[in-house]
Antibody, heavy 122, light 107 residues
Framework: QVHLQESGPRLVRPSETLSLTCTVS????????WNWIRQSPGKGLEWIGY???????KYNPSLNSRVSISLDMPNNQFSLKLTSATAADTATYYC????????????????WGPGILVTVSS | DIQMTQSPSSVSASVGDRITITCRAT??????LAWYQQQPGKAPKLLIY???NLQSGVPSRFSGSGSGTDFTLTINSLHPEDFADYYC?????????FGQGTRLEIK
């Protein structure tokens, strides 16, 4: 059974960088798409982006200039960095695995971490 | 971006009832649609993928249908643990987007 767990600071000062790590257990990070998704009361669920084990990334254009996702394969972790944080970035952040099999019509998030609430405030 | 609109935003029902939630996309997404259930304080849980495929371990009272722009999630014979929030999500094109959610409440 695959498990994901988010970790990182729960309080970030405005203008600083929000940094989170997702630790994956029960399976290799060397396959699949590894995603970050956030949820705030005002904006619902928002997909942030992914890192694919081959090294490709894709980000939501609404955050594109501020976000980066990276993989740490030896430790089976992937990380999110969101620069210049503002109060609007206050949300629960989820890491999630996305499974894709185009010919099979498969593309969805099948495993999620429990989430971590990050507050941006001075 | 493809916008996903769910209706209703909230619905009240009783244990044993059958309910339907709809999700509409602003453009054709074929069958690239998933449904998730979210309990309070928990992460979303995958229910349906590819518009109508039941995720392993999900009870058969859940079903999905639709293609193109209009989709439905149906729950037959509601159980107490089904009262939660439900979200649709399109996987046709980037950025991946979710519906605003439907809250299923006990009447």
């Amino acid at each position: 059974q695959v498990h994901l767990q988010e970790s990182g600071p729960r309080l970030v000062r405005p203008s600083e960088t929000l940094s989170l790590t997702c630790t994956v257990s029960g399976g290799s990070i060397g396959t699949y798409y590894w995603n970050w998704i956030r949820q705030s009361p005002g904006k619902g669920l928002e997909w942030i982006g992914y890192f694919y084990y081959t090294g490709s990334t894709k980000y939501n254009p609404s955050l594109n200039s501020r976000v980066s996702i990276s993989l740490d394969m030896p430790n089976n972790q992937f990380s999110l960095k969101l620069t210049s944080a503002t109060a609007a970035d206050t949300a629960t952040y989820y890491c999630a695995r996305r499974i894709v099999d185009g010919p099979g019509g498969i593309d969805h998030f099948d495993y999620w971490g429990p989430g971590i609430l990050v507050t941006v405030s001075s | 971006d493809i916008q996903m609109t769910q209706s209703p935003s909230s619905v009240s029902a009783s244990v044993g009832d059958r309910i339907t939630i709809t999700c509409r996309a602003t453009q054709n997404i074929d069958r690239w649609l998933a449904w998730y259930q979210q309990q309070p304080g928990k992460a979303p849980k995958l229910l349906i993928y590819g518009a109508s495929n039941l995720q392993s371990g999900v009870p058969s009272r859940f079903s999905g249908s639709g293609s193109g722009t209009d989709f439905t999630l149906t729950i037959n014979s509601l159980h107490p643990e089904d009262f939660a929030d439900y979200y649709c999500q399109q996987a046709h094109s980037f950025p991946l987007t979710f519906g605003q959610g439907t809250r299923l409440e006990i009447k």
